[in-house]
């Protein structure tokens, strides 16, 4: 920053600012999701990016390498993979055919049981220090089904820990395994608030690189409380690059300039609140009413606090210094009040299922 403004001034701090609070939209980020046909890539990649069958999504049954770019963010991308072992894609071809070097992140999916090619694939990534996961899908159909042959057992989540157990028990066996903690996740992509779907979503960004964790973490919606924890720290962390902006264009020597900077820099951060916690007007998540709400109450209270502290007549040392705090303090006060109102259309949204 120093540097920055040694060279350029406050134009070249303001670049540097601007460049730092947003490269996460730059950074390239690959998901490969491996299995063979029919155990539900395509139904999982498009619920992991937000759309419905209705939506323009991942393509079923496709047999060769695809990769799907997430709506809010081009940048992630989630790679259809075949499973190995195919006449196509065989053991001993298969990491140089798939380009496993490419990828940030692997989850190996199966429908019903993993095999012996899904734990040699696993411990092929362990070996490269490759992050990855094993993910049984479909589970949903698989409680229904259990649940029409043995009528008298009603007890889904005794069904749903017997089946973590028996795949755990198996993957104890293999090579895998024997390296470290399998990490094992049961999810239906028809039913992305149940089983593990929110937990793989959290654990993914966990175990993501440092450097890309940011920019997976605000593609992925916020559909549980989890997630908007999550986002929260995140969004929070960065409140002082804009604050920066902010006494960077304090620091312009222009009646009026400060001002408009500052009213530029609060609305962008503002709308990109609404669309991080789901409660934009394009957002599936949450009603829209929310966004309507917030908008009203953030915007009056926020700007209230905000307005009589903005720099008129301050030298612009003074200006600078006094604009990144009411920044600060604004958008501390509006990034508070998206929390609690995603919080609240979270709540109503799992009180409506419940009934």
Known sequence: MK??????????????????????????????????????????????????????GAEVGV??????????????????????????????????????????????LTADRFTENDTWLGDELRKRNKKYFFVRTNIGVEISDTKK?????????????????????????SPCASRGDVQIFLIDSYEPNKFDFVKLKKQIIIDFPTQKRSALMRALQSTSEEMIMLKMADL???????????????????????????YTIITHEAKSYFRQLGLDSESTVMPIRCMLLLGA????????????????????VIAGSMSYWATYATLKLILDKCENLALTAIEDIADRLES
Request: glycine share 8%.
């Open 149 to 173: 042959a043995h009528p008298s057992s009603d007890d889904e989540e005794a069904m749903i820990e017997q089946i973590r157990q028996y795949t755990a028990d198996y993957l104890r066996q």
């Open 63 to 108: 047999v060769e390498i695809r990769s799907y770019p997430h709506p809010y963010n081009r940048m992630l991308m989630f790679w259809d993979l075949p499973g190995v072992g195919t006449d196509e894609f065989p053991r001993e071809t298969y990491l140089s055919e798939v380009g496993v070097d490419r990828y940030d992140f692997f989850l190996l």
């Open 236 to 262: 929070r962390s960065r409140i002082w690059m804009s604050a920066a902006l902010s006494a960077a264009g304090g620091a312009i020597p222009f009646p009026g300039a400060s001002l408009a900077i500052d």
């Open 3 to 56: 540097a920055a403004w040694k060279t350029g001034g406050v134009e070249g701090y303001r670049r540097l600012l601007e460049r730092k609070r947003d490269e996460w939209e730059n950074i390239p980020v690959n998901v490969a999701v491996i299995g063979n046909t029919g155990v539900g890539k395509s139904s999982f990649i498009n619920a992991i990016r937000g759309l419905t069958a209705d939506d323009e």
């Open 297 to 316: 109450a953030a915007a009056e209270e926020g700007f209230k606090v905000y307005l009589p502290l903005l720099p008129v007549v301050f030298s612009s």
